[in-house]
Every structure is written in C-alpha cells, then in structure tokens.
C-alpha cells in the first residue's frame, strides 16, 4: 500500500500541471474531517440526499426485492446505508469497502449495532481496482450501493470504466443505486467546497500531511492555500493548492520544485445532467429503470438495472 501510495505521489507531482490522486484523502483523519465537511451549512450534497433517500427508501425497497446482497464501495461512516437497510426485506448480507481500514470497522460496528442480524463483509480496498466481492449462490441480486456522488470525482472515462465494473458485478439480474448531484447555480457549488469555516481546507491540506506522516514528505501545509472553482466547460468543482511562495518539497529523496502560485491539483467533482448521467450509464450498458430529485432539483438517485436485464 506504501509502494503504490508513493508511486502515485511521485507520478503526479512530475506531471506538468503536478496533480495527487483525491482517493488519497482518506486517512483516519480525513475521513473523520470528511464527515465534517458533510455536516457544514454550506454543503448541502448530504443532506439533501439523506431526505430524498428516506423519502423514496419504500420505492428503492420494492425495486431491490427479497433477499438481496447490498455492496457499497467507499462506504464511509455508513450513515446513509441504513436508511436503506432499515426497509430492505430480508437481505442477505452488506459489504462496506473503503480504504481506510479503522474508520471502514468503526462504520461496521455501527451498523452491526443497529442490524445484529444481517450478516456484514467489511472489505479494505480501492474500490477503483480489482476486487473480490463476496459472491454466495443463494441470493436473488446483487444490489451496489453508490451515494454520495462520488461518481463525480472520477475523469468521463475512468467514470465509465468503474461503471462497466459495476454492471459486470451486479450481473444480468442485479442493479446499481447511483447518487449524482446535479449542475446548479455557481455560488452555490463554489461555497460547498470553499466554507467559511475552512474544514474543507484542512480537509485539502491533510493529503500533505498524510505524504509527511507516511511517506517522510516535508510539506509545510502553511506555504499553500485552498482553491476551489466551478470549470463550466468540464461542469466541475476543482480543488487544488497553490503555493504561495517559490520552494522545494522533498519526498523519499525525489525532490519537487513549485513556483509560486504553482497548483496542484487534489480533486474534481463533476457535476451532472439527467441527460449526461443516463448517457454515461447507456454507454456501460446500463438502463435507469427510474430516478429521483428533490424538490429544488439540487440531487439525484438513479436505479439502473443492466441493459440485458431490462431487455427481457
């Protein structure tokens, strides 16, 4: 894990603009900084996606069916899970994935607490590599859970290809739950990722401070700032840090030069259309056999069932 840790770190910082991978974030402390950011005024993507799961949780329950296995990748604290779980008829079981390996136990536990009868996987990983699902022979589907829309986070044709491995998980009889926020007016998206509070800029800056703590970077986090800004012609928030002064980073004796107002680049978050959503998903050979939206049209749920299911 520390080898491809610092590949990906050295790769990205040669690069022209210099770049680190966002999955990344997510240490013990930038899951927990996460599950701040996600209770902040400003970022409105949790919250309103927690109202609309509980308002359409029966609608979902109906379509998922008896006795299904529920996958989440990147499960984080596990929050919205059980919304879903709660109205489930006799699931066969719930595997949560994420990469940091404590958080992904606690957010377990908690569920355990809630559900001491259904039977639950924990699974550490990159949910973007090649996985080993459990896969038992007695369930009706396999369900994939994927809120939160974290789909955003990924390039169109990474997005495309985690959504190829889904329908190929999910089979023929299965199904993916996919959460998306949607395009919106700018100020808006800009606050969710900039607040006032600067927890999203911690958040930002701990990637620096996981590569000195894991891999002996000297990053000195006080020597960047927090960008973030809506691309309109790539329809997505990107974070980046900027230095503030010209200065050397050295890293398991790879040294890295930034000039000042140098950026690197942490993060996208794309923002969707129904059109662009359903588009991408055809293209995977997947149909949306129904979606949802809030009332202000802020976020979306999709139910997509493969595209040879839906034929049938």
């Not at 066969?92 to 994935?97: G, H, K, R």
Request: with cysteine.
């Amino acid at each position: 894990m520390r080898q491809e840790f610092l590949t990906d770190v050295i790769d990205g910082l040669s690069k022209k603009p210099k770049s680190l991978p966002s999955k990344y974030f997510y240490d013990e402390t930038g899951s927990q900084l996460f599950e701040r950011i996600c209770a902040l005024d400003e970022y409105y993507l949790t919250r309103v996606e927690l109202r609309l799961l509980a308002s359409i949780r029966h609608e979902l329950a109906v379509a998922i069916g008896p006795n299904a296995a529920i996958i989440e990748p990147g499960a984080g604290a596990g929050i919205k899970i059980q919304t879903l779980l709660e109205t489930l008829e006799s699931p066969s079981f719930y595997a949560p994935l994420d990469l940091s390996e404590d958080f992904l136990l606690r957010s377990a536990r908690a569920v355990r607490q809630r559900f001491p009868l259904l039977p639950i996987v924990p699974l550490i990983g990159d949910f973007t590599q090649a996985m080993h699902w459990p896969k038992p022979d007695d369930i009706n589907r396999r369900v994939v859970f994927f809120p939160g829309s974290t789909l955003g986070n990924f390039e169109s044709d990474d997005a495309m290809s985690f959504l190829k491995k889904m329908r190929e998980l999910i089979g023929s009889e299965g199904a993916l739950i996919l959460g998306v926020d949607m395009v919106k007016a700018i100020a808006m998206l800009e606050a969710a990722y900039d607040d006032r509070e600067g927890v999203t800029e911690t958040f930002n800056k701990n990637l620096l401070v996981r590569i000195n703590n894991e891999l002996g970077g000297n990053f000195d986090t006080d020597r960047f700032s927090h960008k973030a800004f809506f691309n309109e012609e790539a329809s997505r928030i990107e974070m980046h840090l900027e230095s503030r002064v010209d200065h050397e980073v050295k890293i398991d004796g790879h040294r890295f030069k930034l000039g000042k107002h140098e950026r690197i680049h942490t993060e996208n978050s794309h923002k969707f259309t129904l059109e662009s959503i359903h588009g991408l998903a055809r293209r995977a050979g997947l149909v949306c056999r129904k979606h949802w939206l809030d009332e202000q049209k802020l976020f979306s749920i999709h139910f997509f069932e493969s595209n040879e299911f839906h034929s049938r």
